[in-house]
């Protein structure tokens, strides 16, 4: 295995470059320590397609973001036919895209929080007002694009005029906005890996909600809580929700579940197949706790790459 040829593809052209930057470097470090052979490609610089596949044993997908985490990548890879870490191209497109994880999430009986479609293209001609009125009740909404990640454009919205402002500032960058309703409670995160969870962590943000800066920045001073502070049962219980999540969009390699626990109930916000593994993140956080440190956490990605899937 050591002789096998790992190139880290990170960076990108994503809104999330700046952390696949850092989750490139660390996991670029690791694979070095481990003592495989390994390089470094940036999409940004060079295109996929120019991946010289007689050189290269295992793609290390490090991206994050639009066209890192989306299947667009992935399709690249299959090309290439290298195999490649995380899941494969149609989970990849199904997790990032929120309306079809969402009908998913359904179909699966995974509670998910209550939400609405918007065309940015149909804007003008939708009565935004009763929208809001009839399925959230003037309750407080969420509004974010269906396919973004790291809490990029999402905006936590009180009344109606602060959810019209955001909806018409993000129609100009997205196709597809969702509203979906605010459920306040504990904020819960589930790394699964190899279809077998590992651990809840809980957040507490001192921003008003665990967004960007919360996620990526020190000075933002989110508190990380390991294990989540919720009874045994309810801890077991989330842990089996994430893995049934992780098994219905046919992941592979490593996720996180974001959820929200309120009212004694957990409602799954998202799932995402690339997480971040800078000195901040989640995952290594929970491995670690569960006694995987970071190089067997990449080493263990390594060996489920693949190609088909």
Request: with cysteine.
């Amino acid at each position: 295995m050591k002789r096998k040829k790992i190139l880290v593809v990170l960076g990108g052209t994503s809104k999330e470059r700046k952390i696949s930057l850092q989750t490139g470097e660390a996991c670029f470090s690791s694979i070095k320590r481990i003592g495989y052979k390994v390089k470094k490609f940036d999409p940004a610089k060079n295109l996929l397609n120019e991946i010289n596949n007689s050189d290269v044993d295992v793609i290390f997908n490090a991206l994050h973001g639009k066209d890192g985490e989306d299947g667009n990548a992935q399709t690249y890879f299959e090309y290439l036919r290298i195999p490649y870490t995380h899941s494969g191209v149609i989970t990849s497109m199904n997790a990032m895209d929120k309306v079809i994880s969402k009908k998913i999430f359904k179909e699966n009986k995974i509670l998910s929080p209550k939400y609405c479609v918007i065309n940015s293209s149909k804007f003008e001609k939708i009565n935004l007002k009763k929208i809001i009125k009839n399925i959230f009740s003037n309750n407080t909404v969420v509004v974010k694009p269906s396919n973004e990640g790291s809490s990029i454009g999402v905006k936590i919205c009180k009344n109606f005029n602060t959810v019209k402002k955001a909806c018409s500032l993000l129609k100009k960058k997205y196709e597809n906005l969702i509203i979906e309703k605010f459920i306040g409670g504990q904020e819960i995160q589930v790394a699964v890996l190899n279809n077998k969870a590992l651990g809840a962590i809980e957040l507490k943000p001192k921003r008003s909600f665990y967004d960007y800066k919360a996620k990526y920045s020190k000075s933002a001073k989110t508190s990380h809580i390991m294990p989540a502070n919720i009874s045994k049962r309810k801890y077991n219980e989330v842990l089996k929700i994430a893995e049934r999540t992780h098994k219905a969009l046919k992941c592979r390699g490593v996720t996180r579940c974001d959820f929200k626990f309120f009212k004694n109930k957990f409602y799954l916000l998202e799932i995402n197949t690339q997480p971040g593994m800078t000195n901040l993140s989640l995952v290594p956080e929970i491995a670690q706790y569960k006694g995987i440190t970071f190089d067997n956490l990449i080493k263990n990605l390594i060996r489920d790459a693949s190609i088909n899937k």
